[in-house]
């Protein structure tokens, strides 16, 4: 019966694109359907002869291991039994790559890349995770439980090498005056109580000679204990404390359809501002025996504070007020080789300043390599993040280290020698580098970027002195390449703005021609002439270029109805000439033209691709730039396109609903309709990582807050409103939509509505759910846009 209703359902698709005509019902189905089960996650066999990645064409319920070898190209489904007993596509390799130690379901294997024998190296309960070869590559070092362990190769001899203990380490009461005097006096009287004594400590001092040495107990009272690191010498293990902030309350999501019946409550975050827990970085010297923190004193700017609080200065009353050391957070120590240089990567975490610093571990003083700085925030491809060190290593030579960084306003390659302090930038234009990666004989960079053109990526091969760079990929679109083992082949995922991603492969050569060893997309989805949307480019009204996706529709000159997307997330590009991760968005795109619309999205001020000024053209006010370039886009909708300025609509969800909201709410006059989906409306509610960032905090950057926050300009709609959330969403809670409902009605708005999903998260899931959202939208703008 499934199988007559998945026909009928097929063949009604067919007939609906055959008829070159969308509609919501197929549009909106399980993409496997509507588009075809597209190919994921591409992997290498260590011997370089296979490739293996993701895919569903038969469109079970779920993707299976899909493999092809680079000489016949032709995919198979790989069998369970030989999909379990595959090695991690993951793991650490020794210096000549001979071996690799990877973990898999808790446990660590060594595999001998030229036999494939795998060696089984733990079986317990407990979990080991994040090993590494010692600086001899006769260990394997790893972490169990909050400590490090090593994992003799020949022997077969574990050692524990630290013991950090919670809480704090039991004394004995010391004794007073009294006591100690009574003690003595006592010894000195009866000479049974003096020689019990004295073989007491006589035992006790020789049973603690025989015991063997154990790694020393390190207490580390509430604070939780990661990212060890040991020495290549194996005299060092640095470390980093961490103490959970107190008085952090957690927002409540309620969940009101339950198996149980119940309303039950989901796990949530906290809200942009809540107290952040501290970080204290450390060194053990495993020869002297001792612990000792590192101090952030001595770091270049340690000091330097935001410039916004300036505009409150004239608040404080405080008078000769000292300015405090700015909470850091630290990164895992990265090591040379050869031993000599320690490096760590620092984070204020207010995120305006990254440094990278020279650690010298027996006297635990950091001498500053690099410093990027920024009144924003620290950010951008291959930076890292709070918790990430981003693409940063050692060459060769084990004193230079290379690194991304965004000081020329765009993120490019550096390097900087160590003992000569000489630094080079390797890469410069108005490009970013994307993703990195070094050669295994450490004298080549491979690299993806958007050198040709923003909404392109292509793979580089660059030596790593710098110089010219070889383009390595010639097929349109994104080319999201994954590097042969021997570096003698390329496999990658490719797509272009029409065409879902397909696996191809290639010799790693000039002009080398692609082999296409995926066909996925579905009979259906073949239908239909999708659209290849124009890359067009205006002027903001600040003389800024920006970059959209025109969707020509047909209609008389000046009458002609257009909706303009808004994509989510802030820092996400859209504009590009790949298969856009908004795939529903882009087929109801179509549909819209279809019905005699224009279609325009934006990559507005705050967007990816396009450096650090435009990722950070945003800050302190989330609705202005980014909703500017909005209504500079309606306008040349109207002066280019013959739109008639009273039909224009504006949607998007998440970042997206934020924009439609303040669209409605603050430009009424440009924009007729507008659905916020999933939308902020309070930016003070949603979370710390993202909106610290760009807002800094509500209790010291107010002003930021309340430029920002939709709800605040409530009372300036006058279009038609359509907001839809999910109610067990847990990025953007529902009590957004919530609030921002009850200031509507308080306000005695009529022209809006919301919906609700009482089952749907933050992004949306079953079908059903898309469908509503997507006819709901439809309606909209066929009544308010298309009014005579």
């Excluded at 000769?320 to 984070?347: H, T």
């Excluded at 990658?492 to 000039?510: A, F």
């Excluded at 200031?743 to 759910?769: C, Q």
Aim: with cysteine.
């Amino acid at each position: 019966m499934k199988k007559i209703l998945t026909l009928i359902a097929i063949t009604c698709f067919c007939m609906q694109l055959n008829a070159q005509h969308l509609s919501i019902e197929h549009i909106m189905q399980d993409p496997k359907f509507t588009i075809g089960a597209l190919p994921s996650s591409i992997n290498w066999s260590e011997d370089s002869r296979m490739i293996y990645f993701n895919w569903n064409p038969f469109r079970n319920k779920a993707d299976s291991l899909y493999s092809a070898s680079v000489t016949e190209k032709k995919p198979f489904k790989v069998a369970p039994q030989v999909r379990r007993a595959l090695p991690s596509f993951n793991g650490v390799y020794n210096r000549d790559f001979s071996k690799k130690i990877y973990t898999k379901n808790g446990d660590l294997f060594l595999l001998d890349c030229k036999t494939m024998a795998i060696r089984q190296i733990t079986n317990t309960v407990e979990t080991e995770s994040n090993p590494s070869f010692n600086g001899k590559e006769n260990k394997i070092i790893y972490s169990k439980a909050s400590n490090l362990y090593s994992f003799n190769l020949s022997t077969g001899e574990t050692e524990q090498l630290s013991n950090f203990l919670t809480g704090t380490k039991k004394t004995e009461a010391k004794a007073n005056e009294q006591e100690k005097w009574l003690k003595k006096d006592q010894l000195s009287l009866f000479e049974v109580l003096k020689e019990r004594a004295d073989k007491k400590k006589q035992g006790e001092a020789i049973a603690k000679e025989d015991l063997p040495k154990r790694a020393k107990e390190i207490y580390i009272e509430d604070k939780r204990v990661d990212i060890q690191t040991l020495s290549p010498d194996e005299n060092y293990i640095t470390y980093r404390l961490t103490k959970s902030a107190t008085g952090a309350k957690n927002a409540a999501v309620p969940s009101y359809v339950t198996e149980s019946g119940f309303t039950e409550d989901l796990p949530a975050r906290t809200k942009v501002g809540a107290p952040m827990p501290t970080y204290e970085f450390w060194v053990y010297d495993i020869k002297k025996d001792t612990a000792l923190q590192v101090s952030t004193k001595e770091i270049e700017g340690i000091d330097e504070q935001p410039a916004y609080l300036k505009e409150y200065a004239k608040k404080d009353t405080t008078k000769n007020k000292k300015a405090e050391a700015k909470k850091v957070i630290f990164n895992e120590a990265l090591w040379s080789e050869d031993g000599k240089y320690c490096v760590v990567v620092v984070r204020s975490q207010d995120n305006k300043d990254r440094w990278i610093l020279k650690l010298d571990v027996a006297t635990r003083k950091l001498k500053t390599i690099d410093r990027q700085r920024d009144e924003a925030w620290i950010g951008g491809p291959g930076i890292g993040s709070n918790f990430s060190t981003g693409n940063i290593g050692f060459l060769g030579d084990n004193q230079t280290l290379y690194y991304q960084s965004e000081e020329d306003g765009y993120s490019h390659l550096y390097t900087v020698n160590l003992a000569t302090g000489a630094k080079k930038q390797l890469t410069k234009g108005k490009f970013e580098i994307q993703s990195l990666q070094l050669s295994k004989d450490k004298q080549h960079f491979y690299f993806t970027s958007n050198e040709v053109h923003p909404g392109e990526q292509h793979f580089y091969k660059m030596a790593v002195t710098g110089g010219d760079r070889v383009r390595l990929t010639k097929m349109t679109g994104s080319n999201q390449v994954v590097l042969s083992p021997d570096e003698t082949k390329l496999a990658y995922l490719n797509s272009y703005s029409n065409r879902p991603w397909e696996v191809y492969i290639q010799d790693n050569v000039v002009n080398a021609p692609p082999s296409q060893i995926t066909k996925s997309q579905s009979q259906q989805f073949k239908e239909y002439k999708w659209r290849e949307p124009e890359i067009v480019t205006f002027n903001a009204k600040d003389g800024s270029e920006v970059y959209a996706r025109l969707y020509e529709g047909k209609g008389e000159k000046g009458k002609k109805p257009a909706v303009i997307f808004v994509h989510g997330a802030g820092y996400l590009q859209n504009v590009h000439k790949w298969w856009s991760q908004y795939f529903r968005e882009y087929m109801f795109h179509n549909m819209l033209v279809d019905n005699g619309y224009t279609v325009l999205d934006i990559d507005y001020r705050g967007s990816a691709g396009y450096g650090r000024d435009w990722r950070t053209g945003i800050y302190r006010f989330m609705g202005g730039k980014d909703l500017t370039d909005q209504v500079d886009g309606a306008k040349w909708l109207v002066e280019t396109q013959g739109v008639d300025p009273k039909k224009i609509g504006i949607y998007g969800g998440s970042y997206g609903g934020f924009i439609t909201l303040m669209a409605m709410f603050t430009t009424p006059d440009v924009f007729a309709a507008g659905a916020a989906l999933r939308p902020v409306t309070d930016w003070a509610a949603y979370n710390h990582p993202y909106t610290a960032n760009i807002l800094n905090e509500p209790q010291t950057d107010s002003i930021a807050y309340r430029k920002s926050s939709p709800i605040y300009y409530a009372d300036g709609l006058k279009g038609n409103l359509l907001i839809c959330h999910g109610m067990v969403d847990v990025n953007v809670h529902y009590q957004d939509a919530v609030r921002l409902a009850q200031r509507l009605i308080e306000l005695k708005k009529e022209n809006w509505e919301l919906a609700s999903y009482p089952m749907e998260d933050h992004g949306f899931v079953e079908p059903t759910s898309w469908m509503d959202e997507y006819k709901r939208i439809f309606k909209l703008f066929e009544t308010t846009l298309k009014k005579k």
